[in-house]
């Protein structure tokens, strides 16, 4: 826990942030035996001000100086909130800006301010189907999810925090198995397509070809930088800036050459995708000019909705992988080469891959 001294009087008053933007604020003062003490006085949210702290701190003082006794605190029995616990998490593991987000947005306005041992089985249950009657898919569910069951096994393990966590096994039905159903991905002929059409466009051609070799997200093609990319063994160090976690990548020869060129007059920190110098692009700008060439090439005359036919940006990333598949790389492979946290999320690719099965059975015992 970080408290900050008030700017106006200093460490006697102690301002804390909590995760949920409220101010905690504290003070501190020597007692009669010279041992310094810290009494939290109130939030911000419930009207409590730095100046009201000061004169509860002068009060304290003026009693000690008297030889008064002052009055014996009652301990309450401390209530553990999830906020109070996802603070402990957040900080320790330094959570990236998505996670904390992601439990603000999500998490926090339904538990937050709930004691922990009051949260049941049945309300994190309800509380998945909400998500899902609200639109969110499966994937953001299971993820809302896991992070609450993460903040309790954190607590469990590290902090000695006796309790049952209640999301821990949630179970997803049949009603909410994962849709395997294939997801757009480019062939050959398309691929080549797209590749022509924007043979004249320098930047964009890159991205997409980064795309196609490493099946980066769209931010994660956006964060390499030149020192990312080592040309001597041909990897390139990606990010997940979803979980904020790195992992490599590999380059074919030819984008590999077309790499050392580009970046030859770059410094090490330089964005490699970039319309502006020493400005990383924007996901924007990539939208503004690829999704019409999208469109034009393979949207005509779908439905905006059609998310499983429509060839968007992130179909790339989708490509990258049915590639993978077809060719018959294993699937734990391409688990590690799309840096996917659950082996559910790549099982959709499994159906496009070879079936070999007869070959290795006629290779038994030879």
């Not at 970046?263 to 995708?273: A, G, P, R, S």
Request: proline share 2%; glycine share 4%; net charge positive.
């Amino acid at each position: 826990m970080s408290y900050i001294n008030s700017k106006k009087y200093g460490s006697s008053v102690q301002l804390y942030q909590k995760t949920n933007g409220d101010i905690s604020y504290s003070i501190t003062y020597k007692d009669e035996t010279n041992k310094l003490k810290r009494i939290k006085i109130g939030d911000k949210s419930k009207g409590i001000t730095e100046h009201y702290c000061n004169q509860k701190r002068n009060e304290i003082l003026h009693k000690i100086r008297l030889g008064e006794e002052l009055p014996i605190k009652r301990k309450k029995k401390s209530i553990n909130t999830l906020d109070k616990i996802a603070q402990v998490y957040f900080e320790d593991k330094k959570s990236d800006k998505k996670r904390i987000s992601k439990y603000n947005l999500h998490v926090q306005p339904v538990f937050g301010s709930k004691n922990i041992l009051e949260i049941k089985r049945e309300d994190i249950l309800k509380f998945r189907d909400t998500i899902l009657d609200n639109g969110k898919t499966l994937q953001t569910a299971k993820g809302i999810i896991q992070l609450i069951s993460t903040i309790y096994n954190y607590n469990i393990q590290e902090k000695s925090l006796k309790i049952y966590n209640p999301a821990l096994g949630i179970k997803w039905d049949k009603q909410y198995k994962i849709d395997n159903t294939r997801e757009k991905y480019l062939d050959l002929n398309e691929i080549k397509q797209l590749l022509d059409e924007l043979s004249n466009k320098h930047i964009i051609l890159l991205f997409v070809e980064l795309s196609l070799q490493t099946g980066g997200r769209l931010e994660t093609i956006l964060h390499i930088q030149k020192k990312h990319i080592n040309f001597q063994e041909g990897t390139i160090q990606l990010k997940n800036l979803k979980t904020n976690e790195t992992y490599n990548g590999f380059l074919q020869d030819v984008l590999l050459e077309k790499l050392k060129n580009h970046c030859e007059k770059l410094k090490l920190n330089d964005y490699v995708i970039f319309f502006e110098k020493n400005k990383k692009a924007t996901s924007r700008q990539i939208q503004s000019r690829l999704k019409p060439i999208l469109d034009n090439l393979y949207n005509e005359g779908l439905e905006k909705n059609d998310s499983k036919n429509r060839t968007v940006i992130h179909t790339l990333r989708h490509t990258f992988a049915s590639h993978l598949a077809i060719n018959g790389t294993p699937i734990f492979t391409i688990k590690e080469l799309m840096n996917h946290s659950d082996i559910e999320q790549t099982m959709r690719y499994a159906k496009l891959a070879p079936d070999s099965g007869r070959l290795n059975v006629l290779k038994l015992y030879i």
